[in-house]
C-alpha cells in the first residue's frame, strides 16, 4: 500500500492483506479490526458458495489509482446470496443495486440480474488476492464500462456532481487501457435504449476530444 501526503492511497494490483482494506475503510464509527474481519467473512462466504462476481467501485479502482478509502464495498452478486449472509439488512433497493448493511460493513450489491453487470463479471475481470483468497475485481475497462453505464440514468437524476466525478475517473483510468474510450463504449450499445446509447457515445466522444487536446 502506498499513501500520499493529501491522503490518497493505491493498493498494490497483485493483493494486499484485508487488515489494510480495513483501515482504508472511511467509516469513523467502525473498529478497523472489525471491518476487515467482517470483510474477510463476506469474500469468504460469497466465494464459497460461488456468489462473488466481481469487486467494483472503489475498492477495485484503488489497484489501479490513488484515491481515498472507499466508504462502502461494491460487489457484483446476485440477490439469492442474500439468503448466505444472516443478519444482513436491505437499506435502499434500485433496479440495479441494493445498499446494504452487513455486521460493521456498508456494502453496495450490484445485481447480477443486471445484464451489464454480468457482462463485467464475466469477461472484464482480473484476480486479486486477499489474504490468499483470490478473488475477481474490475478490469480497468470494466470500470469505465459500469461508469459509462450510469450515466444516462444520472443525467436524469440532475446528478451533475457524480457525472462529472465518473468522468475524472474514466480520464485517470483510460491511459491504464489499451483499448480507445469509442471502443470501449460501443460494448454498451445493446445494453442501453436508444437515447441513453447516443448520451454514453457523446460522453465517450467529448472525453476523447478531451485527451487529445489536453496530451502533451
Same mark, same amino acid.
Given at each position: 500500500?502506498?499513501?500520499?501526503?493529501?491522503?490518497?492511497t493505491?493498493?498494490?494490483?497483485?493483493?494486499?492483506?484485508?487488515?489494510?482494506?480495513? #483501515?482504508? $475503510? %472511511?467509516d469513523? +464509527?467502525?473498529d478497523?479490526?472489525?471491518l476487515?474481519q467482517? *470483510?474477510?467473512?463476506?469474500?469468504? =462466504?460469497?466465494?464459497?458458495?460461488g456468489?462473488?462476481g466481481?469487486?467494483?467501485?472503489s475498492?477495485?479502482?484503488?489497484?489501479?489509482?490513488?484515491?481515498?478509502?472507499?466508504?462502502?464495498i461494491?460487489?457484483?452478486?446476485?440477490?439469492?446470496?442474500?439468503?448466505?449472509?444472516?443478519?444482513?439488512?436491505?437499506?435502499?433497493?434500485?433496479?440495479r443495486?441494493l445498499?446494504?448493511?452487513? #455486521?460493521? $460493513? %456498508?456494502?453496495? +450489491?450490484w445485481?447480477?440480474?443486471?445484464?451489464?453487470?454480468? *457482462?463485467?463479471?464475466?469477461?472484464? =475481470?482480473?484476480?486479486?488476492?486477499f489474504n490468499?483468497?483470490?478473488?475477481?475485481?474490475?478490469?480497468?475497462?470494466?470500470?469505465?464500462?459500469?461508469?459509462?453505464?450510469?450515466?444516462?440514468?444520472?443525467?436524469?437524476?440532475?446528478?451533475?456532481?457524480?457525472?462529472?466525478?465518473?468522468?475524472?475517473?474514466?480520464?485517470?483510468?483510460?491511459?491504464?487501457?489499451?483499448?480507445?474510450?469509442?471502443?470501449?463504449?460501443?460494448?454498451?450499445?445493446p445494453?442501453?435504449?436508444?437515447?441513453?446509447?447516443?448520451?454514453?457515445?457523446?460522453?465517450a =466522444?467529448?472525453?476523447?476530444s478531451h485527451?487529445?487536446?489536453?496530451?502533451?
Open positions: 500500500m502506498s499513501t500520499q501526503p493529501n491522503g490518497s493505491t493498493l498494490p494490483a497483485h493483493g494486499c492483506s484485508i487488515d489494510i482494506v480495513g #483501515r482504508l $475503510l %472511511r469513523p +464509527l467502525a478497523p479490526a472489525t476487515s467482517d *470483510l474477510f467473512t463476506l469474500v469468504q =462466504t460469497l466465494k464459497r458458495h456468489y462473488l466481481a469487486i467494483v467501485g475498492l477495485a479502482a484503488l489497484t489501479y489509482l490513488q484515491g481515498r478509502g472507499p466508504r462502502d461494491d460487489i457484483i452478486a446476485p440477490e439469492s446470496a442474500l439468503e448466505h449472509l444472516p443478519g444482513i439488512i436491505i437499506e435502499k433497493r434500485s433496479d443495486i445498499t446494504c448493511r452487513y #455486521r460493521s $460493513l %456498508r456494502v453496495d +450489491l445485481l447480477a440480474s443486471d445484464p451489464l453487470y454480468q *457482462l463485467v463479471a464475466q469477461r472484464f =475481470t482480473t484476480p486479486l488476492c490468499e483468497i483470490e478473488i475477481p475485481r474490475a478490469t480497468v475497462e470494466g470500470l469505465i464500462l459500469i461508469k459509462l453505464y450510469a450515466m444516462p440514468t444520472l443525467t436524469r437524476l440532475n446528478d451533475h456532481a457524480q457525472v462529472a466525478q465518473y468522468k475524472d475517473d474514466i480520464r485517470n483510468l483510460h491511459p491504464q487501457s489499451k483499448f480507445t474510450l469509442s471502443e470501449i463504449a460501443a460494448i454498451l450499445q445494453y442501453l435504449p436508444t437515447s441513453d446509447w447516443d448520451d454514453v457515445r457523446r460522453h =466522444t467529448a472525453l476523447e485527451d487529445r487536446t489536453t496530451r502533451p
